[in-house]
């Protein structure tokens, strides 16, 4: 079983930054890779960013390139997404999310993803 728990949201102003976290525990973390996905009202839950096992290699959504940046700490069992020039469309419960087998890249679909935190709450006022 693994659990995943993120921290780091809260309250910020448009163009401000926030970066949040997600421990991981319950399996060897640095052979998977991981993703961050959120979810705003009333809205499906979408993509943000991913990372490979490795954290050579990364992938974002459109909306966010630039802006947000994921990275992994190994050592620690950390997933981080540091974000930067926030704007009110970012605003979302922020998701880590955790495969249940071995990827070699980088996934944007919420399919192959099985574990996921309880999320954490961004919000971006103007």
């Known amino acids: 079983q693994v659990q995943l728990v993120e921290s780091g949201g809260g309250l910020v102003q448009a163009g401000g930054s926030l970066r949040l976290s997600c421990a991981a525990s319950?399996?060897?973390?640095?052979?998977?890779?991981m993703g961050w996905f959120r979810q705003a009202p009333g809205k499906e839950r979408e993509f943000v960013a991913a990372?490979?096992?490795?954290?050579?290699?990364?992938d974002y959504a459109d909306s966010v390139k630039g802006r947000f940046t994921i990275s992994r700490d190994n050592a620690k069992n950390t997933l981080y997404l540091q974000m930067n020039s926030l704007q009110p469309g970012d605003t979302a419960v922020y998701y880590c999310a955790a495969p249940g087998v071995i990827l070699t890249k980088p996934i944007r679909s919420a399919l192959s993803y099985i574990y996921w935190g309880q999320g954490t709450q961004v919000t971006v006022s103007s």
């Open positions: 990372i490979n096992w490795s954290g050579g290699s990364t």
């Open positions: 319950g399996r060897a973390f640095s052979s998977y890779a």
